[in-house]
């Protein structure tokens, strides 16, 4: 081979490794991929529910409320459906939904459902899906929250919060009297639809009449440090919420609130959600999953099959079973990928000029391996004829 030749391959060889070298951590770490995992013990063991396919982020994900193995399951890259718990996952909305799903709902009859994209709402019926009117100020939207009211739907956005009792035919504004006229974090009564709680402006508002008027219910509460608020599993007056790095609990529906054991971890920390189960609460962080035994008294961040140091993107909890808990990991956060959308990014947006680099680097070196291959076996193919009698 000429020495030229072999100089350039030393160099392209250099370079791929260099590209491969970037996301060593990523190609040999398991824990590092995102992906859907369920508990069915409150945190205690987790199962991977995406073994067969892909999926660096999950995002949203939300079980029927009459058959618990119907889930929906919005991605980083689109929206997938499983009718058996998670074993088995089929792609949905392909013909409208183009890029990540943000949001995802079931109706109250586990068949219709809405789902949240970058270019709008689309309501599934069955198998089959269609896009709906998004209202303005809610694309891309972030969050879907279904109640107990068949049709009934809570949407939140970048600058709006609506209503709509038709599941997504029509849209009823409810951000008037919350500071921007938008929540960050929508938590609905499963047992009474007209009981909504949000954060806006990082204060908790409750109503009880499905957003007609809010009430401020955060005494006692770090005043606009407000992350995430959730319904307890078991007694529809209690909330949980997490502010300033810290739980807190309320038995009154927000008229008292009080501070429960030490702070999360590893501050500062930006947290997505919790869940409780008797004594025992999940938070979902930007640093991972963490879960206490004690009401917050010691905190752990769950490792062996989750992703340990991944966003951890979402929380959602099983109609049926208040220790059936899911949660959602993502390579790219949920709220940098909406980020993008709403500035119009693309997907080619999440690559770098290493990883480009690297890529156009390894396609060369196949091309050169495979001309020098040629080559040889051309002139081996030459030799050999010289000495084969004619």
């Given at each position: ?34 992906g859907?995992?369920r ?5 205690a063991t987790w199962?991977?529910?995406?073994p ?9 994900v ?7 193995h119907?889930l ?6 689109g929206?997938?459906?499983s ?6 996952w089929?792609?949905?909305?392909r ?11 079931f109706?109250?009859?586990g068949?219709?459902?809405?789902a ?10 069955g198998?089959?899906?269609r ?7 809610t ?5 879907l ?8 739907v ?13 599941w ?15 929540a960050?974090?929508i ?7 007209e009981?909504?709680v949000?954060v ?7 109503s009880s ?8 219910r ?17 007694d529809p007056?209690r ?14 529906r927000g ?13 500062p920390?930006?947290?997505?959600g ?7 609460i ?6 991972g ?6 009401d917050?008294?010691q ?7 989750l ?39 693309s ?6 000029l290493v990883n ?6 390894f396609?060369a070196?196949l ?5 020098a291959?040629i080559k ?10 010289r000495?084969?009698?004619?």
């Amino acid at each position: 081979m000429p020495r030229a030749t072999r100089g350039l391959l030393v160099v392209l060889a250099f370079a791929v490794l260099v590209a491969l070298g970037h996301g060593a951590s990523l190609a040999h770490d398991a824990s590092a991929w995102g992906g859907l995992f369920r508990t069915r013990d409150a945190g205690a063991t987790w199962l991977a529910l995406n073994p067969a396919s892909f999926v660096s982020g999950a995002l949203a994900v939300a079980v029927s409320p009459i058959d618990p193995h119907h889930l929906l399951l919005a991605t980083d890259t689109g929206l997938s459906r499983s009718r058996n718990g998670g074993r088995d996952w089929i792609l949905e909305a392909r013909d409208v939904l183009v890029g990540p799903a943000f949001a995802v709902a079931f109706d109250l009859d586990g068949e219709r459902a809405l789902a949240a994209g970058t270019t709008g709402l689309f309501r599934g019926e069955g198998d089959r899906w269609r896009p709906v009117r998004a209202p303005a100020g809610t694309a891309p939207a972030w969050a879907l929250a279904s109640s107990a009211t068949r049709g009934r739907v809570y949407l939140g956005g970048p600058a709006s919060l609506y209503r709509s009792d038709d599941w997504g035919e029509s849209w009823l504004a409810i951000g008037d009297g919350l500071p921007g006229g938008r929540a960050s974090a929508i938590a609905v009564d499963r047992n009474r639809s007209e009981h909504v709680v949000v954060v806006s402006g990082g204060r908790v508002w409750t109503s009880s009449d499905a957003g007609g008027r809010w009430q401020l219910r955060d005494r006692e509460l770090p005043e606009r440090e407000i992350d995430v608020v959730a319904f307890d599993s078991s007694d529809p007056d209690r909330l949980w919420c997490i502010a300033a790095g810290y739980l807190f609990r309320t038995d009154d529906r927000g008229q008292r609130w009080r501070a429960l054991g030490a702070p999360l971890p590893d501050q500062p920390i930006v947290t997505h959600g919790v869940a409780a189960a008797d004594r025992v609460i999940l938070v979902a962080t930007d640093r991972g999953l963490y879960r206490s035994a004690d009401d917050g008294a010691q905190w752990s961040l769950l490792g062996d099959n989750l992703p340990a140091h991944l966003d951890a993107g979402m929380l959602a909890r099983e109609p049926q079973s208040p220790t059936t808990i899911y949660a959602g990991f993502a390579l790219t956060s949920r709220r940098e990928l909406l980020r993008r959308a709403a500035g119009g990014g693309s997907p080619l947006a999440r690559l770098d000029l290493v990883n480009v680099a690297g890529g156009l680097a390894f396609l060369a070196l196949l091309l050169l391996g495979a001309g020098a291959l040629i080559k040889r076996l051309a002139r081996t193919h030459y030799r050999v004829s010289r000495f084969i009698p004619r």
